[in-house]
Each structure stands twice: as C-alpha cells, then as structure tokens.
C-alpha cells in the first residue's frame, strides 16, 4: 500500500521556467511534510518542509503548497536552474509520536540549459 | 559540522554470502534509521532506533536482516545471507527532534 505516491517519474524543464513536482498522499493522519533532493552517488538532502497546520511555506526559489482536502503537495522551483537537475522525493510524518517518515518514489528532473 | 558517514561505499557479494554495513551519526543524534532503496523506489525504513532502543523494525527482513545500534551511537545492519533481491542502496540516516533527517552518502550493494 502506497501511502506516498508521486506519479510523475520523470519531468523536464527549460531553464529559467517553474518547475512543478506533485505528490499524493492517503493518509490523513500525517502532520509534517518535507521534500528532499538527491544527486547521483549521495544521500538525500533535506529542501523544504510544511507542517500540515499551513497550505504554502517559502524559502528562496523553492515554494511547497499543500491541499489538505486533496491530500496533495506540490514542490514549485522559479525559476529553475541546470543546478536543479536531480531526483526529487516528498516525504510524510505519521502522527505516532515515532517520526516515522514514508516516501514516495521520486520524480527525476531535468532542467535544460 | 561532521554529516552522517558510512562504510563502505559500494559492495559486491555473492548470494548467500553475508555483508555488514556500518553508520556513524551526526554527534547528539538521538534517532538514527536504516533505509533500502531499490533502483526506481523511494527510501523503504527498515529500522529506527531510540538512542540504543528499537522503535520500529515492522519492515526489517528479521530472518536475514539484523541491526544494532552500539551504545546509542554507531550501527551496524547485516545481512546473512543475501539475496539477489536485496541489491540496493543502504542510507542511515540522523535525526534530533521531529524536524527532518539527514542522510549518509549511502552504500551500494550488489548481489550477484
């Protein structure tokens, strides 16, 4: 049971354009959400992140909207650099106490120069 | 501010074999967690522990898998033995507080 989906495998972008990564999620009970980025041969790094007491937190290029009623977030990056090119995952926290987090599958961008 | 460490980076074996994999927190980490991510997946937890405790293993193949956490600091995961299926990349990832994770450069393991 996928509780964190991200449907788009893979997304492409000219540079200096938005790009837009979305994620699904099914659990209502999550409270805390993140995004992180990975580069080949590394860990993820943490991004961004929202508390789901909020629908859009902002820092620099990278803004996170969140649509509680659809279960929905997105990841906006304006405008987008060649730099930005990597594999993107949304992340959700279980309210448990645990700080159990669950992944979705990720979303490969690519910004063309 | 030294990040998570791992060893090695990258692992051949043969299946049936076994390997250990070691991580190295962030200093004053209380949670530390260990991740498979299979090719075209996202990180899969298999294991976080409390300090020295487990907190939650539901996800660890216990027949084959097995984790410990020394002293509150350092961990180890080893599987014995392994399986083809078991190709992946392993990330220990830290964590103080509810706020987020950091992650290790992870170890690529090959089964062959």
């Known amino acids: 049971d996928q509780q964190v989906k991200q449907n788009s495998p893979s997304l492409s972008v000219q540079e200096g354009r938005i790009s837009i990564l979305n994620c699904d999620y099914t659990?209502?009970?999550?409270?805390?959400f993140l995004w992180y980025k990975k580069y080949p041969a590394e860990g993820p790094t943490f991004l961004i992140s929202?508390?789901?007491?909020?629908d859009k937190n902002e820092d620099g290029r990278f803004t996170v909207f969140l649509n509680k009623s659809a279960k929905h977030l997105s990841l906006h990056i304006v405008p987008s650099q060649p730099g930005d090119s990597a594999v993107y995952f949304c992340a959700a926290r279980g309210h448990s106490g645990t700080y159990k987090y669950i992944f979705g599958t990720g979303t490969r961008l690519k910004v063309l120069a | 501010e030294a990040g998570v460490a791992q060893s090695p980076r990258y692992k051949i074996i043969e299946k049936r074999q076994s390997v250990a994999f070691w991580c190295n927190p962030i200093s004053g980490h209380a949670t530390l967690y260990w991740y498979q991510q299979i090719l075209g997946q996202g990180p899969k937890l298999l294991i976080q522990f409390q300090n020295n405790g487990v907190v939650d293993d539901s996800q660890l193949p216990k027949d084959r898998f097995s984790a410990e956490r020394l002293k509150g600091v350092d961990s180890t995961l080893k599987i014995q033995p392994a399986k083809l299926e078991d190709s992946a990349v392993y990330l220990c990832a830290s964590s103080q507080g509810p706020y987020g994770q950091y992650f290790g450069p992870g170890t690529r393991l090959t089964v062959t």
């Open positions: 659990n209502s009970m999550f409270d805390y």
């Open positions: 929202i508390s789901s007491i909020k």
